[in-house]
């Protein structure tokens, strides 16, 4: 099918959620994807922050396929040993000792809400303006943002917003039934925020002095994205819950909840189910994604390449009036523009590269952790095109 087919069919079939760019892609290797008509373009979104060992990679397309010939699924009614493999493997790489699995990043933070509320015998959950955490009533209701709640109420009962990367409006809105403290260490969807200095910090210790649990949403900044394996690491603050998605699995559909030995133990059998949680194809496509970082280097390569991505984007920034501001860690870099950017990323897309614009004027840069030196010159060099069009 062509490209004109396939949009067609969509429209005749699918349910029309998505704001889709005009492009059916077929295949990837690496940090590029080719569409139906064989084109390719170098691919800065990667599924939002999913590929991060990049595209068809043998590692992970073997370990799905070997797994697949062996057992696809079994319930968790009974052990597997890809299942507790890949929980010891999260726990030596994160600042936790226990893990749940489950199929979403919504699902992953609907875990830690229940577990949090479970331990602290508490209702309340203090969430951030301009935050995402998934699409679901209670992580809509969770999300920071107007536009994903509208026309979906009544929403789930026990959530406060305060502005991100404010502490004190933090403290003054914790009561004597918070349970904890729900903030993505860098907002994605948000517009590739980053906290201010010492914020996560502050938070830590303000959630310690008042029984509160601090939870971080790294769904989109897990799996080296930010440098580290995870942005706690990068940040260096150690939250009591972590959720994760995205990247876990090097594109293959998973969500995990980390926590403390403590907190974690508070589920118990029955508490907290999902059928499809950690199955064996999922683990063992995690299990491989999760090794190949650590064996092709790839959080060094994030923190390298990352800044020298964002040294060609200040570059731009200082050339182009219409950048307002470049900012980011590792590969999850944004480049704010001074007006809404959804044209600029078609301008991209027909130079071959493949960006996408969050929170209606932010440029987000999440490529392959695998992208190399020469695919982000070819990126910038593109960038630099479009942004002398536009500012003619
Ligand atoms: C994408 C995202 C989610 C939602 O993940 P899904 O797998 O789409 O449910 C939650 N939180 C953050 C920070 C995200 O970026």
Request: aromatic share 6%; net charge negative.
């Amino acid at each position: 099918m062509n490209t004109e087919e396939i949009i067609a069919l969509d429209k005749e079939y699918v349910m029309q959620t998505y704001g889709r760019q005009p492009l059916a892609l077929k295949e990837g290797k690496g940090a590029v994807v080719w569409d139906v008509e064989g084109r390719p373009y170098i691919d800065c979104v990667a599924g939002i922050a999913v590929n991060n060992v990049g595209h068809a990679h043998p590692n992970v397309a073997e370990a799905i396929s070997k797994q697949a010939h062996k057992l696809i699924h079994t319930s968790n009614i009974y052990y597997t040993e890809e299942q507790v493999r890949l929980a010891e493997l999260l726990v030596k790489v994160s600042p936790h000792q226990k893990a749940f699995f489950c199929n979403s990043g919504a699902e992953a933070n609907e875990g830690a809400i229940k577990l949090a509320r479970k331990y602290t015998g508490k209702g309340e959950i203090i969430a951030m303006e301009n935050s995402f955490h998934g699409r679901t009533i209670t992580t809509i209701t969770a999300t920071g943002q107007h536009k994903y709640k509208k026309n979906f109420g009544p929403l789930t009962p026990g959530f406060k917003h305060v502005p991100y990367g404010d502490v004190e409006a933090v403290r003054e809105a914790i009561t004597h039934k918070t349970a904890a403290v729900l903030v993505e260490p860098i907002q994605g969807e948000g517009g590739i925020i980053i906290p201010p200095e010492g914020y996560l910090e502050e938070l830590k210790k303000v959630c310690h002095e008042n029984d509160v649990l601090l939870i971080f949403d790294e769904v989109q900044t897990g799996f080296g994205r930010t440098g580290e394996m995870f942005a706690s690491q990068t940040f260096k603050v150690a939250p009591d819950i972590t959720t994760l998605a995205k990247a876990i699995a090097g594109g293959f559909p998973m969500g995990a909840v980390l926590a403390s030995e403590e907190v974690g133990n508070a589920f118990e059998p029955g508490d907290h189910a999902a059928t499809f949680g950690g199955g064996p194809l999922a683990c063992a496509a995690a299990l491989a994604s999760i090794q190949t970082i650590q064996d092709e280097g790839l959080l060094a390569q994030s923190r390298s390449r990352g800044e020298c991505f964002k040294t060609q984007l200040k570059d731009l920034f200082q050339e182009y009036g219409m950048v307002e501001d470049v900012r980011g860690r590792g590969m999850m870099l944004g480049m704010e523009m001074g007006m809404p950017c959804a044209s600029m990323v078609d301008e991209m897309r027909q130079q071959g590269v493949l960006v996408n614009c969050t929170a209606g004027n932010v440029l987000r840069f999440v490529p392959p952790l695998v992208i190399t030196t020469e695919q982000i010159n070819e990126v910038t060099d593109s960038l630099d095109e479009v942004l002398r069009r536009n500012s003619d």
